[in-house]
C-alpha cells in the first residue's frame, strides 16, 4: 500500500474519531446545571434552548423547589438533584416555595 494512501486512511480515521468526539461533547452540552447550596441558585439566571435538561443539583442538607408561579415544580430533596426538560414557553422566574426569598430566572434563546 502507498504512503499516500495510509495517510489518507489515518487522516480521515482521525477525521472521524474528531467528529464523534464533537458530537459527544455536543450531547452532553444539552444540560444546563443548577446548583442551590447555601440557600441560592447557581447561577440564578440560565439561558437555555427548547429541548435541553436542566439539572438543579441540591447541595443544601434540606429540601428545595423550583417552583413556577401557575406552573410547573420540580421537588428537589436534600443532596439530591432533580431535572426538567425545556420547553418553547419555559422564559420563566421561579422560586423555592420552602424559602421564596430563592429565585432564579430561565431565558429560552433560539
Not at 27 to 52: I, L, W
Request: charged share 20%; with cysteine; hydrophobic share 40%.
Amino acid at each position: 500500500m502507498s504512503r499516500l494512501v495510509l495517510d489518507r486512511r489515518v487522516f480521515l480515521t482521525g477525521g472521524l474519531a474528531l467528529l464523534a468526539t464533537a458530537g459527544a461533547a455536543s450531547a452532553h452540552g444539552d444540560t444546563v446545571h443548577v446548583t442551590v447550596h447555601k440557600m441560592a441558585f447557581e447561577p440564578a439566571s440560565v439561558e437555555v434552548r427548547a429541548g435541553q435538561t436542566i439539572e438543579w443539583i441540591n447541595k443544601d442538607p434540606f429540601a428545595h423547589t423550583a417552583t413556577v408561579k401557575d406552573g410547573w415544580e420540580v421537588m428537589l430533596p436534600p443532596g439530591k438533584s432533580a431535572t426538567h426538560v425545556v420547553r418553547q414557553d419555559d422564559s420563566v422566574s421561579y422560586y423555592c416555595r420552602f424559602h421564596p426569598n430563592m429565585t432564579g430566572t430561565i431565558t429560552v434563546i433560539g
